[in-house]
């Protein structure tokens, strides 16, 4: 499968951030079509790994359209907090997604796990997992990662998720102070990217 060139592909997502970083890593010569396009609705995610729930994603909506399909499933995963909230990330946000909700309930869980943590670095790192899949089929399913530490207090508005608290190592800027185009290139998408282009 993977020596024949994919020409048209769907992005198994409903958020808007991830389509358009995706869509800003992927080869120009690509068509690309998203679930929005379809008004299809995103799965039941019951998978234990980020690798199970991005496959899940990506067989569904192909099946669902005919076209071959990248997801992505990603999340934060902090030390501290025995790596949650992980493949919950965005359920952390409650049924609307709400990103500042999740934000405060990882301070709070911080908080309770021990006072001080402000003081301290609280390693942390964003994974990804791509998968595409042809209807029921794997094609390729990859994880990439990208390490550092939670900023004591939300920075920056850009990006989207919890990219204001995330601050990548060797950097001092949180993702939400970046420009989009600093972050694309170091991110935990980018790195995932890197290793699933040889499939497009």
């Given amino acids: 499968?993977?020596?024949?060139?994919?020409?048209?592909?769907?992005?198994?997502?409903?958020?808007?951030?991830?389509?358009?970083?995706?869509?800003?890593l992927l080869p120009k010569s690509i068509k690309i079509?998203?679930?929005s396009g379809f008004n299809l609705r995103?799965?039941?995610?019951?998978?234990?790994?980020?690798?199970?729930?991005?496959?899940?994603?990506?067989?569904?909506?192909?099946?669902?359209?005919g076209l071959i399909c990248l997801a992505d499933d990603s999340g934060l995963e902090i030390d501290l907090l025995d790596k949650k909230p992980g493949i919950y990330s965005?359920?952390?946000?409650?049924?609307?997604?709400?990103?500042?909700?999740?934000?405060?309930?990882v301070y709070r869980q911080l908080n309770q796990k021990d006072k001080k943590w402000r003081n301290k670095k609280i390693r942390a790192r964003f994974v990804c997992a791509l998968s595409i899949s042809s209807l029921n089929k794997k094609?390729?399913?990859?994880?990439?990662?990208?390490?550092?530490?939670?900023?004591?207090?939300p920075k920056g508005k850009n990006g989207f998720g919890y990219d204001p608290i995330f601050i990548p190592l060797k950097k001092r800027k949180t993702f939400g102070e970046m420009k989009p185009s600093q972050k694309y290139k170091i991110d935990h998408r980018y790195q995932a990217f890197k290793k699933i282009r040889k499939f497009l």
């Fill in 139 to 153: 094609i390729a399913c990859v994880i990439g990662k990208v390490e550092g530490y939670i900023s004591d207090k």
């Fill in 42 to 65: 995103s799965p039941v995610e019951n998978g234990k790994t980020f690798k199970e729930n991005s496959l899940i994603k990506s067989k569904y909506f192909s099946k669902k359209t």
């Fill in 1 to 24: 499968m993977s020596k024949q060139k994919i020409n048209k592909l769907l992005i198994g997502t409903n958020n808007k951030g991830k389509l358009r970083e995706i869509k800003s």
């Fill in 90 to 105: 965005a359920r952390w946000g409650g049924k609307g997604g709400d990103f500042a909700k999740a934000i405060k309930r």
């Fill in 33 to 35: 079509y998203s679930t």
